[in-house]
């Protein structure tokens, strides 16, 4: 075998690799609710020898030999997400949050079985039961919505729904929701109809970690996440549960619905868990939420509304029907203006999907690059400056100007030995 360096053995990846670090490091604000930037210690478990190895299986009962090392690293991995998580089970195999819904639901359900899920436009995800997915076309699901009033989600119209549907599971936790899921409501919402809940909390796991969020344990049965959003680390999936359900989780994973898990991922899952462990990552999460408020504080100066009319947590949802712009334009404009934000449905939206009257704005990405209150208050008005003038070029010259100044004073991969 010849070892190369990637310059010269594929030049075009290589120039690819180069131009994305560059472009993550000083061309635009990532504020994307659900991206972040990983440190250079998952990047190496990530980038390991890990990747040469079959370990179907599970540590200690694995389908091939060799696994020694294999073992080492799931086992950490699992221990540090139970302990993370106070969850009796782990199972970091999921290749992604899509993944980890799909063995979750059938490792307690059969295919037409009822779920109660979150409405898509309401701050749910595809996998929680979206026609056009394996969810919606596998399952039966009926769906409960945001409160017109409150723009939060009520135990009335749950329990009116559960009532109605008398579903096998509930499903909460959620894509685009900015305020804190009360799992206790949930869980007297499934004891009335006997039901199970699961809880996808994959856009706040690192807040849950960090204590700034409610803990789903112990009012939810299931809990799926993913790994490489406000937790910061490797992108895969993975799924927490009681005891009582570890088996038919870790069966309903492999061989179930895959094969060979991606050895290399749980690694740098296992670190990542590690880093979320540590004091500095509570100040992290706590950053993450001081930035949010200050956000919106900025947002509020231009007058743009905000979905609940706050956030409690990593991101804001930003309310565009009276504005004279779509979430599809005000994206494309914060584009032009090197701010990336993803439009996005607001309940009740009268526009499609591909268009919305919505944008999300999520601060995980800036509070790693150590940005604080007064950056994100200040991005907030530049935010409000383009969304209020989506046809003005000079605005947006401008905005982009103030963007690269940001950029310069938060060094994101630089010094770090990063190379891409
Ligand atoms: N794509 C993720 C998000 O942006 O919320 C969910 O999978």
């Given at each position: ?15 690819a690799?180069k131009?994305?670090v ?5 061309e ?8 972040n930037?990983?440190?250079r ?11 040469n ?8 009962e694995r389908?091939?030999?060799g696994c ?8 950490l ?25 799909f063995?979750a ?12 899920g979150?409405?898509?436009s309401?701050?749910g995800?595809?996998?929680?039961g ?6 919606g ?7 409960y ?6 723009e939060?989600?009520e ?7 559960a ?10 936790g ?6 804190e899921?009360d799992?206790?409501?949930f ?8 039901a199970?809940l699961m809880?996808?909390i ?8 960090a ?5 789903p ?21 993975m799924?927490?549960c009681?005891?009582?359900?570890a ?5 309903a994973?492999?061989?179930?619905s895959?094969?060979?898990?991606l ?8 670190v ?15 950053q ?5 408020k200050?956000l919106?504080?900025?947002?509020r ?5 905000l979905v ?8 804001v949802l930003?309310d565009?029907?009276?504005e004279?712009v779509t979430?599809?334009?005000a994206?494309s ?7 990336v934000?993803n439009k996005?449905?607001v309940?009740?939206?009268?526009e ?5 009257s919505g ?8 509070t ?12 907030g ?5 383009v969304?209020?003038?989506?046809r003005d ?10 963007v ?13 030995g990063?190379?891409f």
């Amino acid at each position: 075998m010849e070892h190369r360096d990637l310059s010269e053995a594929d030049p075009e990846v290589y120039k690819a690799l180069k131009n994305e670090v560059e472009r993550q490091e000083s061309e635009s604000l990532e504020m994307i609710a659900s991206e972040n930037f990983v440190p250079r210690q998952i990047l190496q478990a990530q980038g390991s020898v890990l990747t040469n190895k079959y370990a179907e299986g599970y540590p200690g009962e694995r389908y091939y030999a060799g696994c020694e090392y294999h073992d080492k690293v799931e086992n950490l991995a699992r221990k540090r997400a139970c302990e993370i998580f106070d969850a009796d089970h782990a199972n970091v195999q999921p290749h992604s949050g899509s993944q980890a819904n799909f063995a979750a639901y059938f490792s307690q359900l059969d295919a037409g079985d009822k779920i109660l899920g979150p409405v898509l436009s309401h701050g749910g995800h595809l996998t929680h039961g979206h026609g056009i997915n394996f969810s919606g076309d596998l399952f039966d699901f009926a769906t409960y919505g945001i409160n017109k009033e409150t723009e939060r989600f009520e135990k009335e119209d749950i329990l009116q729904a559960a009532k109605e549907h008398e579903p096998d599971m509930i499903v909460c936790g959620y894509s685009a929701y900015p305020r804190e899921i009360d799992f206790e409501m949930f869980r007297e919402v499934a004891d009335e109809v006997d039901a199970l809940l699961m809880c996808d909390i994959a856009h706040i796991s690192g807040l849950v970690a960090a204590g700034e969020h409610p803990n789903p344990f112990p009012q939810c049965d299931i809990v799926t996440t993913t790994t490489h959003k406000s937790i910061r680390g490797a992108r895969g999936g993975m799924i927490l549960c009681k005891d009582e359900y570890a088996e038919d989780v870790d069966s309903a994973v492999f061989p179930y619905s895959q094969g060979g898990p991606l050895m290399h991922q749980i690694a740098g899952k296992a670190v990542c868990f590690k880093e979320a462990m540590r004091p500095e990552f509570e100040d992290y999460a706590k950053q993450i939420k001081k930035n949010t408020k200050a956000l919106a504080e900025g947002l509020r100066k231009h007058d743009l509304e905000l979905v609940s009319g706050g956030t409690d947590n990593h991101l804001v949802l930003v309310d565009l029907r009276e504005e004279d712009v779509t979430g599809k334009e005000a994206e494309s404009a914060l584009e032009e203006a090197n701010i990336v934000v993803n439009k996005n449905a607001v309940p009740y939206d009268p526009e499609p999907p591909m268009v919305t009257s919505g944008i999300r704005i999520g601060t995980p990405a800036l509070t790693t690059r150590g940005m604080e209150e007064e950056e994100l208050e200040e991005i907030g008005e530049m935010i409000g400056k383009v969304v209020k003038n989506p046809r003005d070029s000079g605005v947006r010259t401008k905005v982009r100007e103030k963007v690269s100044e940001l950029l310069e004073n938060f060094e994101l991969y630089e010094e770090s030995g990063v190379e891409f």
